[in-house]
């Protein structure tokens, strides 16, 4: 009886340091494409901002900013437990409440800063998800035509808000971030991309790009996440 006892003791251990042998790691994932929207411009609608250093984004202006991460170097399936994202204001006047939404449809980042797309350069603009040089491509329109609500979660579903003035750190760290970084992450959600804009007031409301030349500006995602149990990951630092 006793070896019986010893044994069963040995078995439960093994099965208990099986689950907890996972340990949390920290990472911070690179943006892979940024780019401004501009409903405007000449010819209106038609611009991309995909080389831009800094971007104005204030809706009432008809100017967002948009971002897709990169997530592939996190290997699934994991269990994500914290979420940051940072972006830096440029030129703000006051503090300012800065809202963050889940784009739906895919996109293409771009080269211009604020021009048309070139020839082999295709890329986002604020009519088109991915916009093409004339005889390149069939432009891919947003899902209805142009940027709109139906590209982006609803304002009544609104993942994060955050207060910042200029040269500060605008921190969207909401828990409604945890479950749908985990599923990106898993391959439930395959598009990974997200919009931060300003509501209204004054015009000079900027976010720093990720071609921004003080890289220490530039935006961050922090991921905190525990991968499964007897499952290897890959642990990344990319700026």
Request: aromatic fraction near 12%; proline fraction near 3%.
């Amino acid at each position: 009886m006793k070896i019986l006892l010893m044994i069963y003791c040995f078995i439960i251990s093994i099965f208990f340091s099986s689950i907890i042998k996972a340990d949390t790691y920290t990472v911070t994932a690179a943006l892979i494409e940024d780019a401004g929207l501009n409903e405007f411009g000449s010819p209106a609608g038609d611009l991309n901002f995909g080389g831009s250093m800094f971007f104005q984004s204030v809706l009432s202006f008809g100017k967002v900013y948009i971002m897709d991460l990169d997530l592939s170097g996190i290997s699934s399936p994991v269990t994500v437990s914290a979420v940051a994202c940072s972006v830096f204001t440029l030129f703000s006047s006051g503090d300012n409440t800065w809202f963050l939404r889940q784009i739906t449809t895919d996109w293409t980042e771009g080269v211009e800063d604020g021009a048309e797309v070139t020839s082999g350069n295709p890329g986002v603009t604020w009519n088109n998800s991915t916009d093409f040089f004339p005889s390149e491509g069939t432009d891919i329109t947003w899902a209805v035509t142009d940027f709109s609500s139906s590209d982006y979660t609803p304002i009544s579903t609104s993942i994060d808000t955050a207060v910042a003035g200029s040269n500060e750190w605008i921190i969207f760290d909401n828990a409604n971030l945890i479950s749908i970084i985990e599923d990106m992450i898993n391959g439930d959600i395959t598009i990974h991309s997200f919009t931060i804009w300003n509501e209204g007031g004054a015009s000079d409301r900027n976010i720093a790009c990720t071609e921004r030349s003080t890289v220490s500006q530039r935006p961050r995602w922090f991921i905190t996440f525990t991968p499964s149990a007897g499952v290897d990951s890959q642990i990344i630092l990319i700026e």
